[in-house]
């Protein structure tokens, strides 16, 4: 990893990534400045220790008081495997890295990192975002194992602001977080268990709750919705296709109902205190879900993302002031980063990496959308689900769920209440609701098949390359095994009509 206080790997950046090596000097320097540090030790002082004193200067701020404090909606939406650097390296005044970088494979071969001009990505590896894939990537702090997991150059290609139709726009419309870590170096399941209870009651992994022959059937219900409805305050789940709330079991199917019922109730000013809404899931092994997960066409999520905040922007509740929307990732999904994700407290902590469950994982693209969040603002704190957690229980008087968000950073803390709110939101752009076909080759789901073995080269075209093994998102088997069933819930495919706030505007990838 190239460190400018290294005058050779500061003279490589300059030459082969010119412009990089000019962004990355300046971050350093603004941001030593801010810290109050001389401007000059930028280039001096590790980078982590910038911007470690530039988040304690951000963070000197009083909060009001629980009941003063002036939100009371959340809305929290998590989209799928994607890391900061891969989508927003390229943001003004964060710590982002992106061209420039040289990660070796497994047989030492070395391979720079990219920009990419495709959205759906058939034909490549879906990158490794295992607990032990996480590992190798991270290597003990030196954050160079993204081509030694399994996983192709894709991992390490990265999109440019132009590249991205509603994310760049997000990010400098309101507050992105350069520090948000998803919660596990793992994948789906454990941190959507975290997002939801601030644990993933001991999973590693994307293991199903349900045992049929005993009747075991979710997790506990240790959530925060649990805990807001012992507090009597209002709260619900919004599925696409596959309710992630399920894991919990009857309590989770009962709190959860179809995103057209979120649309409609943004619109009628008549959101609960808290909304977790979920993109569609199935259809990733053809390249045709919402959620952005490879191998499906990101500007699908983006606009079902789009029209998310939009209808929050648009309903009365936004003209009170008194709503925050985050806009949020479940994981890094196997693609490179370069900041060092930290250890926390947690129910499961162990001096043993392998089996350690503080480890926190790679950073995430995350933003705040508020009338409260600064405008093109860019908050260096450490965060994690957990901390959005924190903010909901101070704001409700709720206890802790569990270590891991009682110690976290309370993000209220990012958020500007000395401001006037912005009232009049600002003129997001509306892309278009995109439905990708299917990747070339892709067997149907019900077939049962999967893709032959092979990898794939970058700036191949899609189809002309061996198809990587495949398979549908882990969610799906909760359709498969029957446990949706069990619970009572009729799985739905998702459509446009059901996943899009306005279909009539439907486009077709090209």
């Not at 997790?219 to 296709?241: C, E, Q, R, W």
């Not at 500007?299 to 709503?323: C, E, L, S, Y």
Request: proline share 9%; with cysteine; hydrophobic share 40%.
């Amino acid at each position: 990893m190239e460190d400018l206080r290294d005058p050779y790997q500061a003279e490589r950046l300059a030459t082969l990534a010119p412009e990089a090596y000019h962004t990355r000097r300046d971050f350093l320097m603004r941001t030593a400045a801010a810290a109050g540090l001389a401007a000059g030790l930028g280039l001096v002082l590790d980078p982590d220790t910038v911007v470690a004193e530039a988040a304690r200067r951000q963070r000197q701020v009083s909060l009001p008081s629980p009941r003063n404090l002036p939100i009371d909606t959340f809305v929290v939406l998590m989209m799928e495997n994607r890391s900061f650097d891969h989508y927003l390296g390229w943001l003004p005044g964060a710590d982002g890295r992106q061209a420039g970088l040289f990660f070796a494979n497994s047989k030492g071969q070395r391979y720079e990192t990219h920009a990419l001009d495709f959205y759906q990505s058939c034909g490549f590896l879906d990158p490794d975002h295992s607990w032990d894939g996480g590992r190798t990537e991270m290597d003990n702090g030196k954050m160079d194992g993204f081509l030694r997991s399994a996983s192709d150059e894709f991992a390490i290609g990265y999109y440019t602001e132009d590249k991205l139709p509603f994310t760049p726009f997000n990010a400098k419309a309101f507050t992105a977080f350069d520090r948000f870590f998803c919660s596990l170096l793992s994948s789906t399941y454990p941190n959507r268990e975290y997002m939801h209870a601030a644990q993933s009651y001991g999973e590693m992994d994307n293991s199903l709750p349900f045992n049929p022959s005993s009747g075991e059937a979710g997790f506990p219900d240790t959530t925060i919705f649990a805990a807001l409805d012992k507090a009597g305050v209002s709260n619900h789940y919004f599925y696409t296709d596959i309710p992630f709330s399920a894991l919990w079991g009857e309590p989770g199917v009962a709190r959860s109902s179809q995103v057209q019922d979120f649309y409609d109730l943004a619109s009628s000013g008549k959101l609960p205190a808290l909304s977790f809404v979920d993109p569609s899931f199935q259809g990733e092994d053809q390249g045709t879900s919402g959620d952005e997960h490879p191998l499906a066409d990101v500007r699908t999520g983006q606009a079902f993302m789009a029209d998310i905040v939009h209808a929050v922007m648009n309903g009365p509740q936004w003209k009170t002031g008194r709503i925050a929307v985050f806009c949020i990732y479940d994981e890094w999904g196997g693609f490179f980063d370069h900041v060092v994700p930290p250890r926390v407290p947690d129910l499961r902590s162990s001096t043993n990496l392998a089996l350690d469950f503080g480890q926190m994982g790679f950073r995430i693209p995350a933003i705040l959308v508020s009338p409260y969040a600064r405008e093109g603002h860019v908050d260096h704190s450490i965060y994690g689900f957990e901390s959005i957690l924190k903010m909901i229980r101070y704001r409700y008087g709720l206890p802790p769920l569990t270590p891991r968000d009682l110690f976290a950073n309370n993000i209220a803390a990012a958020f500007d209440f000395e401001a006037e709110p912005r009232l009049e939101p600002p003129a997001l752009p509306t892309p278009p609701d995109v439905m990708a076909a299917q990747c070339p080759g892709t067997p149907p789901v019900d077939t049962g098949g999967a893709g032959v073995d092979g990898g794939a080269l970058l700036g191949a075209p899609p189809g002309t390359v061996p198809v990587p093994a495949r398979k549908p998102h882990d969610a799906y088997t909760m359709v498969t095994s029957g446990y949706l069933e069990y619970l009572g819930f009729d799985y739905k495919p998702a459509t446009p009509a059901t996943m899009f706030s306005h279909p009539s505007k439907l486009g077709f990838a090209t």
